[in-house]
């Protein structure tokens, strides 16, 4: 007999999962479908932010990073280590810990809400008066009735073509993340946030590692003076990376894989590595959803057609995350599900893409919220800019990671900030400031006239603010 539920949401990623508590707490019968396994066959909630992205490239950053201190850093601060050595095994079992740290997390709350939870495909089948039938292929197969439908189906990391993932030569993030021993030579296709967090790890644990880049501009998304200062970091590290390539051939044997590639003067050239991480960016999963079978509108890439407020073309069908338009983050997904639950409560939930931070969480870190100067450049925003650099910070000679810098833009009339960006030391925990600045459109004196703990990286982001009219303290 099928199972009637005011909302159910199908996908149990950030956007997914995060979306069912919210109706939950706001009183709708929820339900979640979700039809990720983990190694024993089981459910593992949580999606690719928990199972194979955000989650296990955060840790295995981490503990790259502890083994690159211990090598070379400890050092500089009077600490000799004598037999260093790398159990990659423990490193990687320790990373599949902290996920399922994660997924057990989420079964929790699932429970705590009294969201019921379903292990399994889940697939529009049809329409009637009561609402949306969705059947569930999983240990046992199941109907549900749902009056409100959310998708929340995510995306995969999407192939080079001719060079399917085999997970162990050609590596989707998946395979990046369960590298059993470190490779001699690893190449990365696409210098992205994936491409560069995954060659990070692995280059810190001694691969040699090459980024092919097929843009001409490195980090074309982030501030171009951003952008020049992590590249700069990333080269004296040894990451090569090459831009405005083509790809041209990709052969995998039994010694290795073969990229043949055009360089950015055109000439041909072959890179020659023992595995391959392809990260040139992710396909939207629609098709497991069954969508003809309703009728839900997909847009001409792919994903499921929705307006500014994740309403597809269908009444009571919602659609957040990966799945639709937007950039590709955990926490837009999270706050879109917020948003469509508090919608279907008759509320005025709300996202501002204006606001959403973007973080990468190499060495330096890389963090921004808002507009590029660039991007003010070609709108013709008058705007003035402050900077201020880590090297002059008392916590960040202490710790001793003083590259990077802190840049705030502001409107030149108004002085409402317009873009903060960031390349340094936990530039991932000091963008909150700037987006909460930004939220409640402060002006850049809003942030140089507060007071910041001393000593603190947080005293750059105060200085930076202070910059923006020519009057910073230390520098
Ligand atoms: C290596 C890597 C690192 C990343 N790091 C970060 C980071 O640091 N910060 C950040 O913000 N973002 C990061 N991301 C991006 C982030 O993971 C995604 O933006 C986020 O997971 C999207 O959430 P979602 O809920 O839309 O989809 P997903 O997390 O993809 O979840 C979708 C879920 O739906 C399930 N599903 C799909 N179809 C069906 C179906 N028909 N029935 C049932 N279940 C189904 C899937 O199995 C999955 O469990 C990273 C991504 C990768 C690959």
């Known amino acids: 007999m099928a199972k009637n ?186 210098a992205g946030v994936i491409g560069l967090e995954m060659g990070s ?44 390539v083509r790809i041209d051939t990709v052969k995998a044997d039994r010694k290795g894989v073969a990229v043949g590639y055009t360089d950015a003067r055109g000439e041909a050239q072959t890179l020659a590595v023992d595995k391959l991480i392809v990260s040139i960016g992710r396909v939207p999963n629609t098709t497991g959803l069954n969508p003809a079978a309703v009728g839900l509108a997909l847009d001409e890439r792919g994903f499921v057609a929705v307006d500014d407020e994740c309403r597809t073309n269908l009444p009571n069908v919602w659609a957040v995350g990966d799945v639709v338009r937007g950039p590709m983050l955990a926490h837009k997904a999270e706050e879109e599900g917020v948003a469509v639950a508090e919608r279907i409560a008759g509320q005025h939930g709300h996202v501002n893409f204006n606001t959403v931070p973007w973080v990468i969480y190499t060495s330096p870190e890389i963090a921004w919220v808002g507009q590029t100067e660039q991007q003010l450049k070609a709108a013709g925003r008058a705007y003035r800019a402050g900077t201020f650099p880590f090297a002059a910070n008392g916590r960040a000679r202490a710790l001793g990671d003083t590259t990077g810098l802190v840049k705030f833009l502001a409107d030149a009339k108004s002085d409402e900030i317009l873009g903060v960006h960031i390349v340094g030391p936990l530039a991932s925990e000091l963008i909150a400031e700037a987006v909460v600045a930004m939220e409640f459109r402060a002006s850049s004196e809003d942030i140089a006239r507060i007071c910041h703990a001393h000593p603190s990286l947080s005293e750059v982001t105060k200085e930076a603010a202070l910059a923006v009219d020519k009057r910073a303290l230390n520098f």
């Open 5 to 190: 539920f005011d909302v159910v949401v199908i996908g149990g990623g950030p956007g997914g999962y995060i979306a069912a508590i919210r109706a939950a707490q706001l009183g709708f019968a929820t339900a979640c479908i979700d039809e990720w396994k983990n190694e024993q066959g089981g459910p593992a909630p949580g999606g690719t932010c928990t199972n194979v992205g955000c989650i296990p490239s955060k840790a295995l950053l981490q503990s790259s990073e502890y083994f690159e201190h211990a090598g070379h850093d400890f050092r500089n601060h009077g600490i000799e280590v004598q037999g260093l050595s790398l159990d990659l095994a423990k490193m990687l079992a320790r990373k599949q810990a902290v996920v399922k740290q994660n997924n057990d997390g989420i079964l929790y709350l699932f429970k705590k809400n009294k969201i019921a939870f379903f292990h399994g495909r889940g697939s529009f089948a049809g329409r009637s008066d009561a609402g949306y039938e969705i059947a569930v292929a999983g240990a046992a197969a199941e109907t549900l009735v749902a009056k409100h439908v959310i998708v929340a189906t995510g995306s995969t990391a999407r192939a080079l073509p001719g060079a399917a993932f085999d997970e162990k030569q050609i590596l989707s993030n998946d395979g990046a993340l369960a590298i059993p021993e470190v490779p001699k030579r690893l190449g990365v296709i696409g």
């Open 201 to 244: 790890v692995w280059r810190r644990l001694g691969a040699e590692v090459t980024i092919l880049e097929a843009l001409p501009a490195f980090l074309g998304a982030a501030d171009e003076q951003i952008a020049k200062e992590a590249a700069k970091a990333f080269g004296r590290q040894g990451l090569k990376i090459h831009l405005g």
